[in-house]
């Protein structure tokens, strides 16, 4: 600024009055003043608003919606948003030239959310299904400690009244069948069902027939003389309803589920389905129901023809197939030691199976959560994108562009949101499916193992 004193003033005066002449009077001089006077230019200064520094906008740029997601957040993402702040940058931006896209990534800068954390989960979810080989020591000395319910569907189709070598295979097989009950751990509750007992093994009788299967013993404490009573009040009659059977036992069996109850199903039969029904399926859906009953299926003088349907049942029920020939082997396959054994490899299967659900949840839910908080982040952005933009004057810039620059991002996370996070599913249910794979062929392996000891 120019500066002026009052000294200066006053000497030009007195050269000015020197020359007018000598009878004019002079003015007393004024005094010159110590203090300086400053004169303001007509640009004078104002506060300007106080606005935030830009950060680096190459973050947001590009294809790549991974790196976008792995980017820092805006200055005022989440609750930290403060609408002058925002207003102010952005139009400091506009009235330095930012076209459309350069204010958008402006405007990122100030506002995009912090999707970090989701997208290192997306990076690396942790999906391991983790669980205990069985060891064939310890195995030995496992005590059963889950509730134990057996159930047995019995066989009195009229070719049960064919003999072998030890009597008649209805006999022989009701006396196996008790002593095999006899000699469960104690607590143990058993089940009689019935089937092939009414109608006949004729074409005329083989509706009535095919329809007969009855639980003649209801899941209760094993009672000695109330089971054989039940046991014997049905001779060898007509046809081989095993479908109808599997699928009466899971309605048999409906109240027993739970994380501490193991179910197993033993089918005696001589033969295979004569009825129509499909006992595979039967078989897989009562070993994948809630109640998650192991099916064995035990075959009583089979020919070899039939052998390959009765273990394709076993095997879709998670089970195994025991062949005996006469009642003594029946006797043998059922003794306790030998059950005692499979039941412990039946109950580690099944604690196996259940810690296995387990995780599965539990990588479930974490999954749920990230998809649900990606979900409100893409929403929050978007709404606080629009908000400010809502609270500027554009001038010249079309809004328009600045919409279309919004949905576009919040479109091309939502995408790769989906298309993560289904892949993730995948991977629970393909690590899932794996592991109780495994289980089940450790399981039976050690089955196998117990039965070739006998």
Same mark, same amino acid.
């Given at each position: 600024?120019?500066?002026?004193?009052?000294?200066?003033?006053?000497?030009?005066?007195?050269?000015?009055?020197?020359?007018?002449?000598?009878?004019?009077?002079?003015?007393?001089?004024?005094?010159?003043?110590?203090?300086?006077?400053?004169?303001?230019?007509?640009?004078?200064?104002? @506060?300007?608003?106080?606005?935030?520094?830009?950060?680096?906008?190459?973050?947001?740029?590009?294809?790549?919606?991974?790196?976008?997601?792995?980017?820092?957040?805006?200055?005022?993402?989440?609750?930290?948003?403060?609408?002058?702040?925002?207003?102010?940058?952005?139009?400091?931006?506009?009235?330095?030239?930012?076209?459309?896209?350069?204010?958008?990534?402006?405007?990122?800068?100030?506002?995009?959310?912090?999707?970090?954390?989701?997208?290192?989960?997306?990076?690396?979810?942790?999906?391991?299904?983790?669980?205990?080989?069985?060891?064939?020591?310890?195995?030995?000395?496992?005590?059963?400690?889950?509730?134990?319910?057996?159930?047995?569907?019995?066989?009195?189709?009229?070719?049960?009244?064919?003999?072998?070598?030890? *009597?008649?295979?209805?006999?022989?097989?009701?006396?196996?069948?008790?002593?095999?009950?006899?000699?469960?751990?104690? *607590?143990?509750?058993?089940?009689?069902?019935?089937?092939?007992?009414?109608?006949?093994?004729?074409?005329?009788?083989?509706?009535?027939?095919?329809?007969?299967?009855?639980?003649?013993?209801?899941?209760? +404490?094993?009672?000695?003389?109330?089971?054989?009573? +039940?046991?014997?009040?049905?001779?060898?009659?007509?046809?081989?309803?095993?479908?109808?059977?599997?699928?009466?036992?899971?309605?048999?069996?409906?109240?027993?589920?739970?994380?501490?109850?193991?179910?197993?199903?033993?089918?005696?039969?001589?033969?295979?389905?004569?009825?129509?029904?499909?006992?595979?399926?039967?078989?897989?859906?009562?070993?994948?129901?809630?109640?998650?009953?192991?099916?064995?299926?035990?075959?009583?003088?089979?020919?070899?023809?039939?052998?390959?349907?009765?273990?394709?049942?076993?095997?879709?029920?998670? *089970?195994?197939?025991?062949?005996?020939?006469?009642?003594?082997?029946?006797?043998?396959?059922?003794?306790?030691?030998?059950?005692?054994?499979?039941?412990?490899?039946?109950?580690?299967?099944?604690?196996?199976?259940?810690?296995?659900?387990?995780?599965?949840? @539990?990588?479930?839910?974490?999954?749920?959560?990230?998809?649900?908080?990606?979900?409100?982040?893409?929403?929050?952005?978007?709404?606080?994108?629009?908000?400010?933009?809502?609270?500027?004057?554009?001038?010249?810039?079309?809004?328009?562009?600045?919409?279309?620059?919004?949905?576009?991002?919040? @479109?091309?996370?939502?995408?790769?949101?989906?298309?993560?996070?289904?892949?993730?599913?995948?991977?629970?249910?393909?690590?899932?499916?794996?592991?109780?794979?495994?289980?089940?062929?450790?399981?039976?392996?050690?089955?196998?193992?117990?039965?070739?000891?006998?």
């Amino acid at each position: 600024m120019k500066k002026y004193t009052i000294l200066g003033i006053s000497l030009s005066l007195m050269v000015l009055a020197a020359c007018g002449g000598e009878n004019e009077e002079e003015p007393e001089p004024e005094e010159a003043s110590d203090e300086e006077v400053t004169e303001v230019s007509g640009d004078e200064s104002t @506060d300007e608003e106080e606005t935030v520094d830009i950060g680096d906008l190459t973050r947001f740029q590009g294809d790549d919606v991974a790196e976008w997601l792995r980017a820092e957040p805006g200055t005022f993402h989440g609750d930290d948003y403060d609408e002058e702040l925002v207003t102010a940058t952005l139009e400091q931006a506009i009235s330095e030239g930012a076209d459309e896209e350069e204010l958008y990534y402006t405007l990122l800068d100030l506002v995009a959310e912090d999707y970090r954390d989701l997208q290192a989960f997306i990076d690396d979810p942790g999906i391991v299904f983790e669980g205990e080989s069985r060891d064939a020591d310890e195995r030995e000395e496992e005590e059963l400690e889950a509730e134990l319910n057996v159930q047995v569907l019995f066989d009195a189709s009229g070719s049960m009244a064919a003999s072998v070598s030890d *009597g008649v295979k209805m006999e022989v097989a009701k006396d196996a069948v008790e002593d095999f009950l006899g000699e469960m751990p104690e *607590g143990t509750n058993v089940s009689l069902r019935v089937y092939g007992h009414k109608g006949s093994n004729q074409r005329d009788g083989k509706e009535e027939s095919c329809a007969g299967t009855e639980e003649v013993y209801p899941l209760s +404490a094993y009672d000695e003389d109330a089971f054989s009573d +039940a046991l014997n009040q049905f001779e060898p009659t007509g046809y081989t309803p095993i479908a109808a059977s599997i699928e009466a036992a899971q309605d048999d069996l409906a109240d027993a589920d739970g994380e501490n109850v193991q179910n197993i199903v033993y089918i005696v039969s001589d033969g295979e389905e004569t009825c129509g029904g499909d006992p595979v399926q039967a078989a897989q859906d009562l070993n994948e129901s809630d109640i998650e009953a192991v099916v064995n299926i035990i075959g009583f003088d089979v020919n070899d023809d039939e052998r390959d349907s009765l273990m394709e049942i076993a095997e879709a029920g998670q *089970g195994e197939y025991l062949a005996a020939d006469t009642g003594e082997e029946m006797r043998r396959q059922l003794q306790e030691e030998y059950a005692e054994r499979i039941l412990n490899s039946l109950t580690w299967e099944r604690e196996s199976r259940v810690d296995n659900y387990d995780q599965t949840t @539990d990588f479930q839910v974490e999954a749920f959560d990230v998809d649900t908080e990606m979900r409100v982040l893409i929403n929050d952005e978007r709404n606080q994108q629009r908000e400010a933009l809502r609270s500027i004057d554009l001038g010249n810039l079309n809004p328009d562009v600045m919409i279309d620059f919004i949905n576009e991002r919040q @479109d091309k996370i939502g995408d790769y949101r989906d298309e993560q996070m289904g892949l993730i599913r995948e991977e629970i249910r393909d690590g899932s499916s794996e592991r109780r794979h495994e289980i089940g062929d450790e399981a039976r392996e050690e089955r196998r193992d117990i039965r070739d000891d006998r």
